[in-house]
């Protein structure tokens, strides 16, 4: 059976497909029209958040019985596509988990300590200490939006290590054990907003948290408080944020994900200095790449191996 691998995964995920003897065809970020061609004639295709499985791709291939995603999101896959066709989109949620949390707390140790900021002054010759005061983290209150899997990390590193408050908002309650290990409080998101001094986000890209932070959300937040994105950039309306940064509605805003990826050059986000920006490198540790190029080949080698059985 021939895997296309169209997006860089782990070397030990690629040997274990190699042993089980399934014939790799290996394309990093192949263009619409270049997946096209090379999906007509394979059994399984390997993603990341790129490139995009159209519907026009997954209409051109002949053979395909799944789809995986070495990580969480599926906003890249036409689900309703493949659902059509049959073909299975299978993934691998808890793999980027501790990374993203842990870049979502260094992003908010990074804007409040102002150190990408410091670190770009020392280098045009600034020693710019008096623009450098910063706030701590222990005791501040964490807004948590969706209490998942990632949230719920951040929200325990915050917790146990630098004894924020927690609150958070979710369409669903998180488990009663988790709300009390971290002194969790379930609120509605105009309170979150309104109560929070560091605003963390962690839903999935849906037509439902689309531009959920819009410029009537960003008015609710304290002055001093700070947004932090590492989900997905169209939960939030970069018009408004934008807005919101000059105008001082908000301290500032640590981005890991944007509406437009990449980031254009000399973007009004790059210009302003309360901002800490970063290339959506959520998941990019060798830990996380790991765990995820293993368990979607996994997925994908049991998946396959059922349909040959059936
Ligand atoms: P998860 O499914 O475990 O958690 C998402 C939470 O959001 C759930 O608790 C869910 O109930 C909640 N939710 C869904 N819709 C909601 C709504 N309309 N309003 C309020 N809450 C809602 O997912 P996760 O593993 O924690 O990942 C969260 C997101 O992080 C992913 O969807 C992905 O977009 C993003 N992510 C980013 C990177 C990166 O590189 N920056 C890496 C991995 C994941």
């Not at 049959?86 to 990374?99: E, F, Q, R, Y």
């Not at 915050?158 to 669903?172: C, E, N, P, S, T």
């Not at 994900?257 to 309360?274: A, C, G, K, S």
């Not at 998941?283 to 790449?289: G, W």
């Amino acid at each position: 059976m021939k895997v296309l691998v169209a997006a860089p995964i782990h070397d030990k995920a690629l040997e274990l497909l190699k042993n089980k003897g399934f014939e790799v065809i290996y394309r990093e970020y192949p263009s619409e029209e270049e997946l096209i061609e090379l999906i007509r004639d394979v059994d399984a295709v390997i993603v990341r958040s790129k490139p995009m499985v159209t519907r026009r791709v997954i209409e051109a291939a002949t053979k395909l019985k799944v789809i995986g995603r070495a990580g969480v999101g599926l906003d890249n896959i036409d689900l309703e596509a493949a659902k059509e066709k049959g073909i299975a989109v299978l993934n691998a949620p808890s793999a980027p988990t501790i990374s993203v949390a842990e870049l979502t707390i260094g992003l908010m140790l990074a804007l409040l300590r102002k150190i990408a900021f410091a670190d770009r002054k020392l280098r045009e010759g600034v020693w710019a200490k008096k623009q450098c005061l910063g706030t701590e983290l222990r005791g501040k209150t964490l807004g948590v939006i969706g209490m998942g899997r990632i949230g719920t990390e951040v929200a325990r590193i915050a917790y146990h290590g630098f004894k924020m408050k927690i609150i958070y908002y979710d369409v669903r309650r998180c488990p009663i054990e988790i709300e009390k290990e971290l002194n969790a409080k379930c609120v509605d998101l105009d309170t979150l907003l309104r109560e929070a001094d560091i605003v963390t986000i962690h839903v999935p890209l849906l037509p439902q948290t689309r531009h959920l932070i819009n410029e009537e959300k960003l008015k609710l937040m304290k002055k001093t408080s700070i947004l932090v994105n590492t989900a997905r950039g169209g939960v939030v309306d970069t018009e408004a944020l934008i807005k919101a940064l000059k105008e001082g509605w908000i301290a500032g805003a640590a981005l890991d994900v944007f509406e437009e990826e990449p980031l254009p050059p000399n973007h009004p986000l790059t210009q302003l200095d309360n901002v800490v920006l970063t290339p959506h490198i959520g998941a990019n540790t060798i830990e996380a790449q790991e765990r995820a190029g293993i368990e979607i080949v996994n997925k994908i080698i049991d998946y396959l191996s059922k349909e040959v059985n059936n």
